[in-house]
C-alpha cells in the first residue's frame, strides 16, 4: 500500500534530518526542552496542520497529524515536546466561543501562542478522573482555583493550559463525571499569582512538571464551553491524543525495525552476517508484522475520527497494538544490537527509554483492556 501523504511525509523528513542523534542526545543528558525543532516545526506549519483555515491553519484532519508525527518519530526525532500543540486547541475549537477561537487560534496556528499544556491527572486520582479535587470556585467574574496536579507535560512551555477541574464536588452530581469544567488557563500571569510549576526528573526528556494552585484567579470568561461539562468536552481531545500517539509508536517500531535490519544485514559474528540466524532475523520480522498490523488499527482510528464517528474503542485499541509494538521493536533492536545497543551514540536506548512511555501514558494498558472488556464485550466492571 502507497504511504498516505508522501510530500509531508518527505518534508519532515528533511526537515528531521537537521536534527540528528547528536541534537537529541545532548538535549536527553540535560533534559533540556528541543527549542530549535520545535521552532522549525513550527515555522514549517506542521503544528497547525488540524487548525481550520478560517484561523490560520492548513485545515487538514487527523491523517495528515499523523503522517507529521509518524515522520517525526521514524526519524529518531521526539514530538514529545510540542505534540500536544497539534491536538490540545480541539477543545476550544469544538467547545469554545466564538470570542475564544478569535482570539487564541490565529495565535496558535502561527506559534505566537503556545496552548500545549493539558492538566488533569492528580497525584490522589490517577486514572479515575473522577476523583480529581483540583476546585475552580465562582467568585463574580472570576473562578479562584485550588489543589495540585502531576505529570502535566510541558508545562514551563507553554503559554496556555487546557485545564480540568470540579466546579462541582463529586458527592453532589448524579453521575460522577458531571461538575467538572474546562478552564483555559493563562500561564504567563499564572506563574507566581496563585501557580506554582516544580519540574519532575524522569527516565526520558518529556519536560514533566506538577502544579501546585494556591488560590489562581482565572477570569470566567475563561470557561471553555458549558460549566460542569468539562469531562464530555476534554474526551475528544483525548480520542484525538490517542490516535497521534499511536502513530509516533509506529514511527519509533518503523526506527527501530530499520536500524534492527541494518545492523544484522551488516554485523559480522562468528563468520557470518548475524541476520543469517533465525534467532535474531525472526524477532525483527515479528516486529514488523506487529507494527504493520498496528499501523492499520491507527489508519482506521484516524478515518473515523475524521469522519466524525465515535472512536473511543478505536483509538484506545490503536494506542495499545502501536505501543506494544514499538515496545517489542524496542527490545528487539536493543537485543540484536548487543553491548552496543546500551550505547548512547546508537541512540537506541533513548528512544527504548521514550518509547516506553506510551504503554502507560496518555492512558495504561490496562484501562484499556478494561474498556474492552466491559464497554465492548459486554463482561462485568471491576469498578
Ligand atoms: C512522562 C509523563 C507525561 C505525562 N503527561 C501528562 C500530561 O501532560 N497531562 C496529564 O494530565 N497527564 C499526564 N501524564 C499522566 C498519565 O496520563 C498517567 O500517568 C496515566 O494515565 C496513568 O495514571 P497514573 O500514573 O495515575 O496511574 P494509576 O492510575 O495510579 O495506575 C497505576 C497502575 O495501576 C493500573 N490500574 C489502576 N487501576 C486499575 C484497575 N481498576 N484495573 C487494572 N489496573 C489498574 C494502571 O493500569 C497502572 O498501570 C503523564 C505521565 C507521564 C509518566
Redesign the pocket.
Known amino acids: 500500500m502507497a504511504e498516505s501523504f508522501p510530500e509531508i511525509r518527505e518534508a519532515v523528513r528533511k526537515l528531521c534530518a537537521q536534527f540528528p542523534g547528536e541534537y537529541w542526545r545532548a538535549l536527553d543528558r540535560e533534559r533540556t526542552y528541543p527549542t530549535a525543532f520545535v521552532q522549525s516545526l513550527t515555522e514549517a506549519g506542521f503544528l497547525s496542520v488540524l487548525i481550520p483555515e478560517d484561523y490560520g491553519g492548513s485545515g487538514l484532519g487527523l491523517s495528515a497529524a499523523t503522517a507529521v508525527l509518524e515522520e517525526i518519530h521514524r526519524s529518531g526525532c521526539n514530538g514529545?515536546a510540542c505534540h500536544?500543540q497539534m491536538y490540545t486547541m480541539g477543545t476550544v475549537l469544538k467547545h469554545g466561543s466564538q470570542a475564544q477561537k478569535e482570539a487564541y487560534l490565529p495565535k496558535v496556528a502561527t506559534g505566537e501562542l503556545r496552548l500545549q499544556?493539558?492538566?488533569?491527572?492528580?497525584?490522589g486520582?490517577?486514572?479515575?478522573t473522577t476523583r480529581i479535587s483540583t476546585f475552580a470556585r465562582r467568585d463574580g467574574d472570576k473562578y479562584v482555583v485550588r489543589g495540585q496536579?502531576?505529570?502535566?507535560?510541558?508545562?514551563e512551555h507553554s503559554d496556555l493550559m487546557v485545564l480540568?477541574v470540579r466546579t462541582t464536588p463529586r458527592d453532589e452530581v448524579a453521575r460522577s463525571s458531571d461538575g467538572m469544567s474546562v478552564l483555559l488557563v493563562d500561564l504567563r500571569q499564572a506563574v507566581g499569582n496563585g501557580l506554582t510549576i516544580r519540574p519532575?526528573r524522569?527516565m526520558?526528556n518529556?519536560a514533566?512538571t506538577e502544579l501546585f494552585f494556591d488560590d489562581l484567579e482565572v477570569p470566567a470568561e475563561n470557561l471553555v464551553g458549558e460549566e460542569g461539562k468539562g469531562f464530555r468536552h476534554i474526551l475528544d481531545g483525548m480520542n484525538a491524543e490517542r490516535i497521534l500517539i499511536a502513530s509516533e509508536c509506529i514511527g519509533d517500531g518503523k526506527f527501530f525495525i530499520d536500524r534492527a535490519s541494518a545492523y544484522a544485514r551488516e554485523r559480522e559474528v562468528f563468520g557470518r552476517k548475524i541476520g543469517e540466524n533465525q534467532g535474531v532475523q525472526f524477532p525483527i520480522a515479528r516486529s514488523h508484522v506487529q507494527v504493520s498490523a498496528a499501523e492499520l488499527m491507527v489508519q482506521k482510528a484516524a478515518a473515523m475520527f475524521e469522519a466524525g464517528e465515535p472512536c473511543g474503542t478505536e483509538a484506545n485499541m490503536a494506542k495499545m497494538l502501536a505501543s506494544e509494538a514499538s515496545w517489542f521493536a524496542a527490545d528487539t533492536c536493543l537485543q540484536v544490537h548487543g553491548g552496543f545497543g546500551f550505547a548512547e551514540e546508537y541512540d537506541i536506548e533513548r528512544k527504548f527509554r521514550e518509547t516506553r512511555?506510551y504503554?502507560?501514558?496518555?492512558?495504561?494498558?490496562?484501562?484499556i483492556?478494561?474498556h474492552v472488556g466491559t464497554h465492548v464485550l459486554g463482561m462485568p466492571k471491576?469498578?
Open positions: 514529545g500536544a499544556a493539558f492538566g488533569v491527572t492528580e497525584p486520582a490517577g486514572t479515575d496536579k502531576i505529570w502535566i507535560s510541558r508545562a480540568l519532575v524522569t526520558l518529556h514533566t512511555l504503554q502507560v501514558a496518555p492512558i495504561s494498558t490496562n484501562l483492556l478494561s471491576s469498578f
